[in-house]
């Protein structure tokens, strides 16, 4: 497909289990983000790749979460030892991301939809 | 704290009305834009503004940009049903590695 996909489209889990969010970005964008958002509000940044640069994980809100990105495309997210405060959806977008840029255009995909229970 | 408010949070108006959505911010933003978000869907890009004081119409839709680059108010004339959603602006600074995204103003227009 043509746009940003993501799996599974919702996630139900019990508190305390690991999961894991998968992101596949539009092909060639060097840049994916992790986005998670409370029902009905704004997005809350978590983590960002660019290329082969080191991610920047300022946003991951703690230690149980963390993000790869291998061969500079597919991304998991994943969030171990799930707490009912992780409910959220969490949204993937991608770039295609060049240096000194005023602006660029992410493109969202749908979001899987977590609910720790 | 948002580093980009939005006001007002919600806002429910009838087909044919106007509406104005703002976002503040004290800080300066290289470029603005503003996406909307339906249900069970990812944002979608309306548009970028980036010069202060900039104003862009799309169709119905007006974007303006702060002078100082700070805020930023979208306005749609005549809403119809269609453009129900969540409205959400976002900031980005050529520093930075992210976009900001405000809270989000949920927009109903109802028939």
């Known amino acids: 497909g043509a746009g940003v996909s993501q799996s599974p489209s919702n996630k139900v889990t019990e508190k305390g289990k690991d999961v894991e969010l998968r992101c596949d970005p539009i092909s060639g964008h060097t840049a994916l983000y992790w986005y998670r958002q409370s029902l009905g509000q704004g997005l809350e940044f978590l983590i960002y790749?660019?290329?082969?640069?080191?991610?920047?994980k300022s946003g991951l809100p703690s230690d149980r979460f963390s993000a790869e990105r291998t061969g500079g495309s597919v991304s998991t997210l994943t969030i171990q030892r799930t707490q009912q405060e992780d409910s959220a959806v969490y949204l993937c977008a991608s770039s295609f991301r060049t240096s000194g840029v005023l602006q660029e255009t992410q493109y969202f995909g749908p979001g899987t939809r977590l609910l720790v229970l | 704290t948002q580093l980009l408010e939005q006001s007002p949070q919600f806002l429910s108006i009838q087909e044919g009305e106007n509406l104005t959505v703002y976002c503040n911010s004290s800080s300066v933003f290289s470029s603005l834009q503003w996406y909307r978000q339906e249900p069970g869907e990812g944002p979608v890009l309306l548009v970028t503004v980036v010069t202060g004081g900039e104003v862009k119409k799309l169709k119905r839709l007006t974007f303006q940009f702060g002078d100082a680059r700070k805020d930023s108010s979208l306005h749609i004339t005549a809403a119809q049903p269609g453009d129900t959603g969540l409205y959400l602006c976002?900031?980005?600074?050529?520093?930075?590695?992210?976009?900001?995204f405000g809270g989000g103003t949920r927009v109903l227009v109802k028939p």
């Open positions: 790749f660019q290329g082969n640069s080191a991610p920047d």
């Open positions: 976002a900031g980005f600074k050529a520093a930075g590695n992210k976009l900001t």
